[in-house]
């Protein structure tokens, strides 16, 4: 019945932890975003938009079910799971006769979190953790040596003495990370590539082969405007970003968590010269999210599949960017998104 009805299509875009004040705006006569200010043409627009949470587990899933993360427990008495009782978006669409496709660039949706369920085809294109110098082969070497002194100290009873090894063990691990990012920090960031829109052809290919006519679903999470802000080649240099500000925030950059908390919660404040550094990046990323968006429009509107589609282009959350004024006055998420 749904389908000689011809159903529409449905492709929910999530820009995640695109701000929505960048959606109409500029930074230094640059046009963030010519595709979205595009679409916005023959769109509607809220200008009140606030997510569920800060950060992405619980706003999906107010995304997937409707549901406010408290009810979700209540529901799956799991905080990491669904569960059986809770239907999903993905789950009624298929059951309504929909080809449910997925291309996530966020760890986060994957199959242990459950968000993956009721697609059919799943895509990641996960960002390298790039900042993670655990997988350094001098890290490595290292950790195997103390693990073979772990080994040996082991018959030792002395629960003193034990644990001021383990307390050593840590902080030694700790300075050994800290040692290489300051020696390979510029190799640990350049190295990083985004490579969203030449991995979208994959979809290309899907959608021209294996699409059968059927209404399908088409969920994206792109990850663009996401930390550590590092946008394409092309990009950077398009802003003027130079590798002296990657220089100046690369502590920032190779220990994220950290300095957030910092930031959120000692009152650690970044300089004014970070800031704007930062911010720089991020709206550099904000066009490329852009960019990628219209790679998304321009396949679809080559394969024909706009014609009876809905479009939805949302954020999960926005980025703060220690904004002075803001009600933590530096604070660095914020529940705004587009």
Not at 25 to 37: E, G, H
Not at 123 to 148: A, D, G, H, V, Y
């Amino acid at each position: 019945m749904l389908n000689k009805l011809k159903a529409p299509n449905i492709i929910l875009i999530v820009l995640d932890a695109l701000r929505a004040d960048k959606v109409l705006s500029t930074y230094k006569n640059k046009n963030l975003t010519p595709t979205l200010k595009s679409l916005l043409q023959n769109s509607i627009y809220f200008n009140n938009c606030i997510t569920n949470s800060t950060w992405t587990v619980p706003s999906h899933i107010n995304m997937f079910t409707g549901l406010y993360q408290t009810q979700k427990w209540l529901l799956s008495k799991s905080k990491t799971k669904f569960g059986n009782k809770i239907p999903i978006l993905t789950e009624i669409l298929k059951d309504l006769g929909y080809f449910n496709i997925c291309f996530t660039e966020n760890p986060w949706i994957n199959e242990k979190m459950e968000f993956t369920r009721g697609f059919d085809i799943v895509l990641k294109n996960w960002k390298p953790s790039f900042i993670r110098m655990e997988k350094s082969k001098i890290f490595q070497i290292t950790t195997f040596f103390l693990k073979i002194i772990d080994l040996k100290l082991k018959k030792i009873k002395s629960k003193k003495f034990l644990n001021f090894w383990y307390s050593f063990k840590n902080k030694f691990e700790a300075i050994i990370i800290k040692m290489l990012q300051k020696l390979y920090w510029k190799k640990i960031i350049f190295n990083y590539r985004n490579e969203t829109i030449n991995k979208l052809e994959d979809l290309n290919l899907i959608l021209k082969n294996e699409y059968d006519n059927k209404p399908f679903y088409l969920f994206f999470n792109i990850m663009a405007t996401h930390g550590p802000y590092i946008p394409i080649d092309e990009v950077k240099k398009y802003f003027g970003i130079t590798n002296h500000d990657f220089k100046i925030i690369k502590n920032f950059l190779l220990n994220p968590l950290s300095s957030t908390v910092n930031i959120n919660i000692r009152s650690k404040y970044l300089s004014d010269k970070k800031i704007e550094i930062v911010k720089k990046l991020y709206n550099a990323c904000v066009f490329y999210s852009d960019q990628i968006v219209n790679k998304i429009i321009t396949i679809l509107k080559n394969l024909r599949l706009l014609e009876n589609s809905y479009v939805i282009i949302t954020s999960d959350h926005g980025e703060q960017l220690c904004e002075v004024g803001s009600l933590f006055k530096r604070a660095w998420y914020t529940s705004e998104c587009l």
